[in-house]
């Protein structure tokens, strides 16, 4: 069954495929092709939503992606509940679900209308001026009532179930619009064998064919033309064509944003289809056929549902079968209306009158219209139309003045002229000129690699559009290098040309007047609000848009920029170029957040890096935290053990027995070649060239600036050869410092650097029984104290696979850090877990690795330092080669400020108390009964339980702090300020004896 | 997303691939120890941040791993052209100064 | 081995199993595959231009001098990632490290087969795929088999190899496997339409 206003025989759909859809609650049938907009159309729905500042009651305007009000909500299920969506884009499915937005209790009835009638209240720059004072309110009063009231739809609550798609892509010619323009750019770019893509916003190619009744191409419809071309289009393998595509961004180097709506028009899209696709097209060429947007008339109450454009009344019933109204006025400007009226008339709506601006136009549309017995009026204007929720009559004057009639209507269609979009030509950093002549903005100097043709060029009718298109394509393909084509151009037989129209305010709202003639139906800025802007002083195109907020909501000003811009021009007595057209921004529709990320959420949303032990930690219940990329395991708790509980049963038992610690994140970089030990000379404040071959260092580097950069220890595999490594995060930023000197500043040297980091799995065996774990499994490495002392590295075996075996420590016990092959890495940990539950020994992770380090004050760089703290100031002086005459810092070292008294060094403090456990962060003062704001003279840098000593430790940066050793020093908290003592750095076996224990 | 020439590569190659590293040109003193404090403020710390043409370093570092340098325009944010490390600052610039 | 086993106190004549990352994974798509490969053998192997020679010479296989591009000879392949850097892969069970070993030329050679691993992407849709994240040009005129350069995948370093018309190789490290194929199997299941 047809609903009331689809008219048989008309449009292209097929009329038996029905889709049933809700809009409020309401059941509506439509049939499969519909838009959201044109099925409710066909049910005689117009009023679809009401508007954003004045509530007033909207109904469709376009029939495409400029549309400024039929703004609907789709919810498909709790959690895809789309706000904003333009019902002249959404297709509709069986079982759509729309509501409708801005309005409470009902669409019909909105408390919020209220705001219409206070509408003096609420004028240009009505919430700059109103909500100055007292100050106090804004944030507490002000910003949160008009956020309440303001808005439009309803954000989704719940995680996006859609998944979304990305690519990259690359042609020689990218063809932005399918309309005959794109299409015919798009063949003769293909005939040459490059790569195209053809883009359109639209589900059907075609552009204005859609509507263009009289369009004859290749003695064909105009409309089948263009389904026969994509056909070949598509069947052509260089050849990729998008629909249901938006151009929305044109970057730098003809990089061009493309979103493809996947499934949004599906019924069931199903999990594996993503919702939506974004293409990074990089383009040689770019063909811009964007087309034209046909303007409203500005008149008052020009925003009465049933009021809308010519072309979209024309799309209705020529494409999707549905007459806009059973009693259909026109206002125009323009020839272009005419052909609305015919068609309609010819389909069998009857048209009231057609309301003509011009004084006396002639031509084959005018002279058609009056053969059809339709009532022309020429020299009149519509200055107001009737109704509320639907509009129901247009009263017509002559548009000097003078007596006037209302005509009862049910629709009225109105068509000010066409603007070119430029858009996309704009945001190419392509600078547009105003025609002065035909009073539009059209493409000037170029600035990238495209060319505009059709109307979006200014180019007038069928046959030129499709001349130059076809030309631009060939020209396009052939400057990006393909060879001559074989095609021929289509032929234009029939097609139509229109004429001019005109910019602003129509007779009955210009200057003077203070009726409600909308420019920009989103924003609801009325002509009068713009004059307003330019008599408080907004001279400038840009201030009277940021003033009025003309153009500034999602539409972007499809429709009003123009006429905003000649009614601001006519204010201030300049020609509209002398105003200046805002800038075009991306995106040219709303783009989905989803789309921008793309796969990069859940576990894409940025990469999870794992060691060769994870699966072993996790499975023996390991609780991770986050060191960068990686997981890390943070403690290992035993059932019934909290954090605490674990931490300090980890840390005794390294002490007492031993622990295996997975250290593999540590950064690890091969430094090769004959002049290794010269460029490490360089890299590090250390000493390297008589390191011997099989002994360690533990080294320092910094930036030029003298401050700490990285530390690690460094073993000497050969004469030619340093495995050096670096703190977790700073791996890859070392690896670049190092890079960096190496091919700039020290070129000549003959060495290089690999990273090793994930070679290598590395098992830290800490603890007096360290060496009796590991050497059951070792071949080939004598372990004993004297054959490998501290600080020395052996190449071996363990349990039979290559090991690099360091004994070093970073918990003041006897260690070791066996490297193993990282696909190894977990059964060698497996096999030394084995051993280590033999003599009791535990795993530990990072909590306990920090604890163990700072009972014996070993820093780590970027918690104990920040980028400010020389060696001297950590009390690490002792490993800045004194005799050394160059490295990288050398010269920072010196600067006044660095060798200055005072500097805040790093110290020990214990809290008098000893269970209380300092912030780290935490601010220290000398004096806490001073006043406030105290002077603070360091901070902690970490702080720590150690079960080990029975009592809090921690580690501070403080001004003078080695001159202050016994000090008492205070940390003043929100609760109660702290008392601490100044201690050395190490609070376990000061002398270093159980290195060897 | 720029295209960047890499001279190493020998080809236009996504931004992505790259990081900017510094103004160019701006080598370490030899005996940089003996620097008066002056000439190492000079050195290590001020910067010519023109509008404009400005020579700067960039690594390919998701490419072939190279330092190169670039001059490009601050205004436009046109690559002017590229050249590898340790070549001369160029005296022309292809399409500049007619 | 017994004689090994005697030079030290205990066992060792165990050895430890190797536990690949992400051993044995494969996603299939419509018109794409995506897999773990197996381990291979694989050097970064850096050196001046006088060097080139002899070391060509010790691998087997001449190490290519032209950006974006390798060569292959009998299960070794040599890929370009620099000017004075390649990427030695070897899948038929040899030892690069060690052909290296013997030259005495000016050269550095670093063994990182657990450091790399591979993920084979192959199907007509295969550069539909790696173009999820990779924004290179991947058509066979700019990126014809055999070429080879290091670039992006998403937020994630790789090195691609062309191995044939419709077939990649994704060399990424160990900890990156886990995003890397994750990335290239959500992006295969989309990569046909």
């Known amino acids: 069954m047809n609903a009331m206003f689809r008219i048989s025989g008309a449009g292209r759909l097929s009329q038996a495929k029905t889709a049933s859809f809700s809009f409020d609650d309401k059941s509506y049938v439509g049939i499969e092709g519909d838009t959201l907009a044109s099925g409710l159309l066909a049910n005689g729905v117009h009023l679809v939503g009401r508007s954003f500042k004045y509530h007033r009651p909207r109904?469709?305007?376009?029939?495409?992606?400029?549309?400024?009000?039929?703004?609907?909500?789709?919810?498909?299920?709790?959690?895809?509940?789309?706000?904003?969506?333009?019902?002249?884009?959404?297709?509709?499915?069986?079982?759509?679900?729309?509501?409708?937005?801005?309005?409470?209790?009902?669409?019909?009835?909105?408390?919020?209308?209220?705001?219409?009638?206070?509408?003096?209240?609420f004028s240009a720059g009505f919430y700059y001026k109103t909500f100055m004072w007292p100050k106090s309110a804004w944030k507490s009063l002000y910003e949160p009532k008009i956020r309440a009231a303001a808005g439009l739809g309803v954000s989704p609550d719940k995680p996006d179930p859609d998944h979304y798609a990305s690519r990259y892509a690359h042609c020689e010619v990218l063809v932005l619009g399918g309309g005959a323009a794109g299409i015919a750019a798009a063949l003769a770019a293909a005939e040459t064998g490059v790569r195209v893509i053809l883009a359109d916003e639209q589900a059907e190619f075609g552009g204005s064919l859609r509507f263009e009744s009289g369009a004859r191409i290749d003695g064909q419809d105009g409309y089948a033309w263009a389904q026969a071309a994509i056909a070949r289009l598509k069947a052509m393998d260089n050849?990729?064509?998008?629909?249901?595509?938006?151009?929305?961004?044109?970057?730098?180097?003809?990089?061009?944003?493309?979103?493809?709506?996947?499934?949004?028009?599906?019924?069931?899209?199903?999990?594996?289809?993503?919702?939506?696709?974004?293409?990074?097209?990089?383009?040689?060429?770019?063909?811009?056929?964007?087309?034209?947007?046909?303007?409203?008339?500005?008149?008052?109450?020009?925003?009465?549902?049933?009021?809308?454009l010519a072309s979209a009344a024309r799309t209705y019933l020529n494409h999707y079968g549905v007459a806009v109204g059973r009693n259909v006025g026109v206002y125009t400007a323009n020839d272009s209306a005419y052909a609305a009226a015919i068609d309609l008339k010819k389909a069998g709506v009857n048209i009231a009158a057609i309301i003509d601006l011009r004084d006396n136009p002639a031509g084959p549309v005018i002279d058609e219209a009056r053969a059809l017995g339709i009532e022309i009026n020429f020299g009149r204007a519509v200055v107001s139309a009737g109704g509320k929720l639907r509009v129901s009559s247009m009263t017509v004057q002559p548009k000097h003045g003078g007596g006037g009639r209302t005509i009862p209507v049910d629709a009225i269609l109105m068509s000010a002229g066409w603007t070119p979009s430029v858009h996309l030509f704009s945001q190419s950093r392509g600078k547009v000129a105003f025609n002065d002549e035909t009073k539009r903005f059209v493409p000037g100097t170029y600035a990238q690699d495209c060319v505009s043709v059709g109307a979006c060029n200014g180019t007038d009718g069928l046959d030129a559009t499709v001349d130059e298109a076809y030309a631009a394509g060939a020209k396009a393909a052939k400057e990006a290098g393909g060879k001559a084509g074989k095609g021929a151009r289509p032929k234009v037989d029939a097609g139509e040309s229109w004429s001019r129209g005109m910019l602003g305010a129509a007779p009955g709202a210009g200057q003077g007047t203070t009726v409600k003639a909308f420019v920009d139906f989103q924003n609801d800025v009325t002509a009068k609000d713009i004059r307003q802007a330019v008599h408080e002083g907004m001279h400038s195109i840009e201030h009277v848009k940021r003033f009025t907020t003309n153009g500034m909501a999602t539409d972007q000003g499809k429709t009003s920029n123009m006429h905003g811009l000649a009614i601001a021009a006519e204010e201030l007595g300049k020609p509209i170029p002398q105003v200046g057209l805002t800038t075009f921004r991306a995106p040219y529709t709303p783009v989905t957040f989803g789309s921008i990320v793309g796969h990069a959420r859940g576990a894409l949303f940025d990469p999870t890096r794992r060691t060769a032990t994870h699966g072993w930690a996790a499975s023996q219940g390991a609780v991770f935290e986050d060191v960068g990329h990686w997981k890390r395991a943070w403690y290992f708790p035993k059932a019934g053990e909290d954090m605490h509980a674990a931490v300090n049963r980890e840390c005794v038992t390294v002490r007492k027995v031993g622990g295996l610690f997975d250290a593999s994140t540590l950064g690890k970089i091969e430094v090769v070649g004959p002049d290794a030990a010269r460029f490490m000379e360089l890299l590090y404040t250390n000493p390297w060239e008589k390191l011997e071959t099989g002994r360690c260092r533990y080294g320092i580097m910094l930036r030029e600036d003298g401050f700490i950069y990285d530390d690690g220890v460094v073993g000497r595999l050969a004469p030619d050869r340093f495995h050096v490594t670096t703190t977790t995060g700073g791996a890859p930023r070392v690896m670049n410092h190092m890079e960096d000197y190496l091919q700039t500043e020290f070129p000549h040297l003959n060495v290089w650097l690999t990273s090793i980091t994930e070679q290598w799995a590395v098992i830290?065996?800490?603890?007096?029984s360290a060496r009796k774990i590991i050497e059951p499994l070792v071949e080939g490495i004598d372990m004993s104290d004297e054959a490998m002392p501290h600080m020395s590295v052996r190449e071996g075996k363990i349990y039979g696979v290559p090991t690099r075996l360091f004994r070093m420590s970073f918990t003041g016990e006897r260690g070791f850090e066996v490297n193993v092959p990282a696909d190894y890495g977990e059964a060698v940990w497996e096999a030394l877990w084995a051993e280590g539950q033999k003599h009791g020994?535990?795993?530990?992770?990072?909590?306990?690795?920090?604890?163990?380090?700072?009972?014996?004050?070993?820093?780590?760089?970027?918690?104990?330092?920040?980028?400010?703290?020389?060696?001297?100031?950590?009390?690490?002086?002792?490993?800045?080669?004194?005799?050394?005459?160059?490295?990288?810092?050398?010269?920072?070292?010196?600067?006044?400020?660095?060798?200055?008294?005072?500097?805040?060094?790093?110290?020990?403090?214990?809290?008098?108390?000893?269970?209380?456990?300092?912030?780290?962060g935490a601010q220290i003062v000398a004096d806490p009964k001073q006043p406030i704001p105290m002077k603070m003279?360091?901070?902690?840098?970490?702080?720590?339980?150690?079960?080990?000593?029975?009592?809090?430790?921690?580690?501070?940066?403080?001004?003078g702090g080695r001159d202050r050793m016994g000090e008492t020093l205070y940390v003043p908290m929100p609760n109660g300020t702290i008392e601490v003592e100044v201690t050395g750095m190490v609070f376990v076996d000061e002398k270093g004896e159980r290195l060897n224990g | 997303m720029l295209l960047i020439r890499c001279p190493y590569c020998e080809e236009e190659r996504p931004e992505l691939e790259f990081r900017n590293a510094g103004e160019a040109h701006i080598a370490r003193p030899t005996n940089i120890a003996a620097e008066s404090d002056d000439d190492f403020e000079k050195f290590f710390f001020i910067r010519a941040n023109p509008k404009g043409v400005i020579y700067e370093r960039w690594r390919h570092i998701h490419g072939c791993a190279r330092f190169f340098n670039a001059v490009r325009d601050t205004v436009t944010d046109k690559f002017v052209m590229t050249y590898k490390a340790g070549e001369p600052k160029p005296t022309k610039l292809p399409g500049a100064a007619k | 081995m017994a004689k090994a086993a005697a030079n030290t106190k205990a066992a060792a004549s165990a050895s430890a199993e190797r536990r690949p990352a992400l051993a044995g994974r494969t996603l299939s798509a419509p018109g794409v595959k995506v897999e773990?490969?197996?381990?291979?053998?694989?050097?970064?192997?850096?050196?001046?231009?006088?060097?080139?020679?002899?070391?060509?010479?010790?691998?087997?296989?001449?190490?290519?001098?032209?950006?974006?591009?390798?060569?292959?000879?009998?299960?070794?392949?040599?890929?370009?990632?620099?000017?004075?850097?390649?990427l030695i892969i070897d899948e038929a069970g040899n030892n690069p490290l060690a052909d290296?070993?013997?030259?005495?030329?000016?050269?550095?050679?670093?063994?990182?087969?657990?450091?790399?691993?591979?993920?084979?992407?192959?199907?007509?849709?295969?550069?539909?795929?790696v173009n999820s994240g990779c924004p290179q040009d991947l058509s066979l005129e700019a990126f014809p088999v055999g070429a080879a350069s290091r670039t992006i995948l998403g937020k994630s370093e790789i090195v691609l190899l062309r191995t044939a018309e419709d077939s990649f190789r994704v060399e990424c490290w160990r900890s990156f496997s886990d995003y890397v194929f994750t990335l290239l199997s959500e992006a295969a299941s989309d990569a046909a339409n």
């Open chain 3, 100 to 129: 290296c070993a013997k030259v005495t030329a000016l050269h550095s050679a670093v063994g990182i087969s657990h450091r790399n691993v591979g993920i084979s992407v192959a199907g007509p849709a295969a550069a539909v795929t």
């Open chain 1, 937 to 959: 003279i360091g901070h902690v840098t970490s702080s720590y339980w150690s079960e080990n000593c029975g009592r809090s430790i921690a580690l501070a940066l403080v001004a």
């Open chain 1, 59 to 121: 109904g469709v305007l376009s029939a495409g992606a400029e549309e400024p009000n039929a703004l609907v909500q789709i919810v498909r299920d709790d959690a895809r509940k789309t706000p904003n969506v333009r019902a002249t884009v959404q297709e509709l499915y069986d079982g759509l679900t729309a509501h409708s937005q801005n309005r409470w209790p009902s669409l019909s009835f909105d408390v919020g209308a209220v705001n219409d009638i206070a509408s003096p209240l």
């Open chain 1, 764 to 768: 830290a065996v800490q603890g007096p």
């Open chain 1, 841 to 920: 020994a535990t795993a530990y992770g990072t909590e306990t690795m920090h604890v163990l380090r700072a009972e014996k004050g070993y820093i780590i760089v970027g918690q104990d330092t920040d980028g400010t703290v020389t060696p001297n100031d950590a009390g690490l002086d002792w490993a800045v080669g004194k005799k050394k005459t160059d490295f990288v810092g050398i010269r920072g070292l010196t600067r006044p400020d660095l060798v200055a008294k005072g500097r805040k060094q790093l110290v020990g403090l214990k809290t008098k108390d000893p269970k209380i456990v300092l912030e780290e």
């Open chain 3, 36 to 86: 773990m490969l197996p381990p291979a053998e694989r050097i970064s192997l850096r050196a001046p231009q006088a060097s080139l020679a002899p070391l060509s010479k010790a691998l087997g296989v001449t190490l290519p001098v032209k950006p974006k591009t390798s060569a292959m000879k009998d299960g070794r392949t040599a890929l370009w990632l620099g000017p004075d850097e390649w």
């Open chain 1, 239 to 308: 050849v990729r064509v998008l629909s249901r595509t938006t151009a929305f961004g044109y970057y730098a180097q003809n990089f061009v944003g493309l979103v493809e709506r996947v499934s949004d028009h599906l019924k069931n899209p199903g999990h594996d289809l993503a919702r939506e696709r974004l293409w990074q097209v990089r383009a040689g060429r770019v063909v811009i056929a964007t087309g034209a947007i046909e303007r409203h008339m500005v008149f008052a109450n020009n925003d009465r549902p049933g009021v809308m």
